[in-house]
């Protein structure tokens, strides 16, 4: 695939878009058919098989991808939803998680009571903007004692505060909704007997930074998409096939060749880092790498 130019004109266009940017969560209900969700839990159910009551367990992208869900999820409604939100969508999160009985939210339960935000500071992007994304798919039925995602439309910035008013997302086996990553959210405990079991992906512009798609399940599975006879773009790109230069990696075209004049600087100073920086430094980036490539 080749250079995109970055613009919001389809953006523009898709009726939800306005609704996402002000409050950040938009219901897309049932985007997924019941049969389709039985055939999906058909599936997955011998993965998840035993462990406790309690226990929070995952199947993998790789796992999705060979048990054909992955490329079920993108259907061209699915695919159309996300390009009309940003043009450029790369994935940073497809798993399927279960979340068992608890009397705690299963992430940052330390702060809070749950809530947090997955991203805070975004130099030089709106928080309103739809330029962090996740959708979620329930793939059971969630009641409202059942572990429900909870978020606050509109709290792109600013503090928790009590008294704000939230939404609580129930639904059937197959409920779909997107929602902003800035927005103040949090996993409800699960009091319910039953486990709740969610598909999660997540993505963001190509061009910012994602160690997730550098990480192995992602470009393993990239090749193993790139090596299929049914050459397909858009589950290359989504898997950062345009990612690959380094982690900020920018596919914007240029906008044409620059006429100006300038002057330019000339060399008074050199870069000196002390022994103590750049151990640090050194430090730093093994720990990164141990992150990306270790066990
Ligand atoms: O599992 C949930 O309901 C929410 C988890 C969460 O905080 C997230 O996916 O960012
Ligand atoms: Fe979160």
Same mark, same amino acid.
């Given at each position: 695939m080749g250079a995109k130019k970055i ?31 039985? !055939?999906?839990?058909?599936? *997955?159910?011998? *993965?998840?098989? %035993? ?6 367990? $995952?199947?993998?992208?790789?796992? *999705? ?23 450029d ?5 497809? +798993?399927?998680?279960?979340?068992? +009985? ?14 947090? !935000? ?25 009641? $409202? ?12 910035? %600013? ?21 902003? !990553? ?13 486990? !709740? ?8 512009h190509n061009y ?8 192995? #399940? ?24 345009e990612h690959?230069?380094? #982690?900020?990696a920018c596919t914007i075209d ?7 004049? $300038? ?33």
């Open positions: 613009s919001n004109d389809n953006c523009e266009q898709a009726g939800f878009i306005t609704k996402l940017k002000s409050e950040g969560l938009i219901n897309f209900g049932q985007f997924f058919s019941k049969e389709t969700v039985k !055939r999906w839990n058909d599936l *997955l159910d011998p *993965l998840f098989a %035993g462990g406790s009551d309690e226990e929070k367990s $995952y199947v993998k992208i790789d796992k *999705l991808h060979s048990l054909g869900i992955f490329n079920e999820f993108f259907n061209p409604a699915m695919r159309s939803m996300m390009n009309s939100i940003m043009p969508p790369v994935l940073l999160c497809f +798993h399927v998680y279960e979340t068992g +009985h608890s009397e705690k939210p299963h992430v940052f339960s330390e702060s809070f009571d749950g809530w947090h !935000r997955d991203v805070n500071d975004l130099p030089g992007l709106s928080c309103q903007d739809p330029n962090f994304i996740s959708i979620f798919v329930h793939l059971t039925d969630v009641e $409202y004692e059942g572990g429900a995602f909870e978020t606050i439309p509109g709290s792109f910035e %600013g503090p928790l505060a009590s008294e704000q008013e939230s939404v609580r997302v129930t639904g059937e086996a197959g409920t779909t909704y997107i929602w902003n !990553r800035c927005l103040l959210h949090k996993a409800n405990p699960n009091k319910s007997q039953r486990k !709740r079991r969610m598909l999660k992906i997540s993505f963001q910012l930074q994602n160690e997730h798609i550098i990480s192995k #399940p992602f470009e393993d599975l990239l090749s193993v998409v790139k090596a299929s006879d049914n050459k397909d773009a858009f589950l290359e790109f989504i898997l950062g096939s690959r230069f380094s #982690p900020r240029p906008y044409q060749d620059f006429t100006g004049s $300038y002057t330019p600087f000339k060399a008074n100073s050199s870069v000196k880092i002390g022994l103590f920086n750049f151990v640090k430094g050194v430090l730093f980036y093994m720990r990164k790498a141990r992150k990306m490539f270790g066990p």
